[in-house]
């Protein structure tokens, strides 16, 4: 259990840095994204079919192995991915970072609600009031300001869009190896993103299409360590603990964004009373989740205690 929750806190960690990078890379975020895909598809695929996975047979990864079933729901937890990218991304570029990654922390929220509707289980009042520290803690660092509207409401479809990934990944995830299903959800979110580019730049021209200067290391520590790292260890971690704990705990996401941006962009206008507390209310939310769900499993594993 301590190593399931270390890696959990090294992918929140890991995390931390994507937020910079979408602003740091002057690409529009859908097409951001399509290279984050791109590049994460191709690495994955020479990783498993050329460099072979150690002790695993690589066969596994190509399509005569896989039903167009399995390809399909794999593809589609990736299209869920791409799209919370993409949603998150232009949430950054239309405020900033602190804004894109403080509205992400109400994973959590829509968790709460979603996760016993799609799965089937019963409402759990506590995680709901967990998350409702988490609300307080937005509210208290932004009060919603006005100039920040557009951001805020990206950031929240992008965090509902996290939510129904999460949800998804873990129940899809119970059935495929880490490493294949990574490169099937990075196949199926490029293909899906290919489709609708064309529909995004009706509404929101995309520009250059093509990374230049800087945008090629930016990028290049995005796909090797913030998606194809990150990814690999999310699918792991949510294969072990509850998908509402793997979203709380990505509340502390914002923490490691918010420090990084005040040093990268000045960012420290932030840094008020308010602010403190509300980041304080998000990792309680955290803390409590954490302590309470491994209560839990002690009990679960020690009936004795009861």
Request: with cysteine; glycine share 8%; aromatic share 16%.
């Given at each position: ?10 992918s929140?960690f890991?995390?931390g840095?994507?937020?910079v990078l979408?602003r ?50 794999m593809?589609?937890v ?6 919370h ?17 403080v509205?992400?922390?109400?994973v959590?929220?829509?968790?709460a ?16 009031l967990f ?9 208290l660092?932004?009060h919603?300001d006005s100039?920040?509207?557009l951001?805020i ?15 998804a990944?873990?129940?899809v ?10 490169l099937?959800?990075?196949?199926g ?6 489709c609708l580019?064309?529909?995004?730049n ?8 093509y ?12 796909v090797?360590?913030?998606?194809i ?5 999310q699918?792991i971690v ?34 008020n009373?308010?602010?403190c507390i ?7 939310s ?10 839990r499993?002690?009990n679960?594993?020690?009936p004795?205690?009861?």
């Amino acid at each position: 259990m301590k190593k399931d929750y270390f890696l959990l806190h090294l992918s929140v960690f890991i995390a931390g840095f994507t937020g910079v990078l979408g602003r740091l890379i002057t690409l529009d975020s859908a097409i951001l994204v399509w290279w984050r895909m791109a590049a994460a598809a191709v690495i994955m695929w020479i990783y498993l079919r050329v460099l072979k996975w150690r002790g695993t047979d690589t066969r596994g990864v190509s399509l005569q192995r896989f039903k167009f079933r399995d390809i399909l729901q794999m593809g589609g937890v990736g299209m869920l991915l791409c799209l919370h990218w993409v949603f998150f991304y232009a949430s950054i570029k239309a405020s900033n970072v602190s804004i894109g990654v403080v509205c992400f922390s109400l994973v959590g929220f829509f968790t709460a609600l979603f996760e016993p509707i799609i799965n089937k289980h019963r409402f759990s009042g506590r995680e709901f009031l967990f998350s409702l520290l988490t609300i307080l803690g937005i509210y208290l660092i932004f009060h919603f300001d006005s100039r920040y509207r557009l951001g805020i409401a990206l950031g929240v479809v992008s965090s509902a869009l996290y939510a129904l990934f999460a949800i998804a990944n873990q129940r899809v995830g119970k059935y495929y190896e880490a490493k294949n299903m990574l490169l099937w959800e990075m196949v199926g979110g490029l293909i899906g993103l290919t489709c609708l580019i064309p529909l995004y730049n009706q509404f929101i021209p995309v520009g250059r299409l093509y990374p230049v200067g800087m945008d090629y290391a930016y990028l290049a520590f995005m796909v090797v360590i913030c998606t194809i790292g990150l990814c690999l260890l999310q699918i792991i971690v949510l294969q072990k603990i509850p998908a509402f704990t793997v979203n709380l705990t990505y509340n502390l996401e914002p923490v490691y964004s918010i420090i990084l941006s005040m040093f990268i962009f000045s960012e420290y206008k932030e840094l008020n009373f308010s602010f403190c507390i509300g980041i304080a209310l998000i990792i309680i939310s955290v803390v409590l989740q954490t302590w309470s769900e491994v209560r839990r499993k002690q009990n679960y594993q020690n009936p004795q205690n009861h």
